[in-house]
């Protein structure tokens, strides 16, 4: 099982979280991956705040995974 770093920051005046694998090495996996790939999605369902409705969070809980996986080493 993986184990994430964490942080939560502010853009826009709304809230960001953010989380890389703790033991990512960046500088062993450029070779085999040199690109950068960023990954964006624009909640259709959020709050007041800007987070995510429970419900509508939880319905992106296989994208993650896959995401996840289709990066590991």
């Known amino acids: 099982m993986l184990t994430w770093l964490t942080a939560e920051k502010e853009y826009e005046g709304f809230p960001l979280y953010l989380r890389r694998p703790a033991d990512l090495d960046v500088d062993s ?16 369902k959020r709050k007041p705040n800007g987070l995510p409705e429970r419900d509508y969070n939880e319905s992106l809980f296989e994208m993650d995974i896959e995401l996840v996986r289709a990066f590991r080493r």
Do not use: I, K, Q
Not at 29 to 41: E, G
């Open 29 to 44: 996996l450029r070779p085999a991956h040199p690109n950068l790939a960023v990954v964006t999605h624009e909640f259709t």
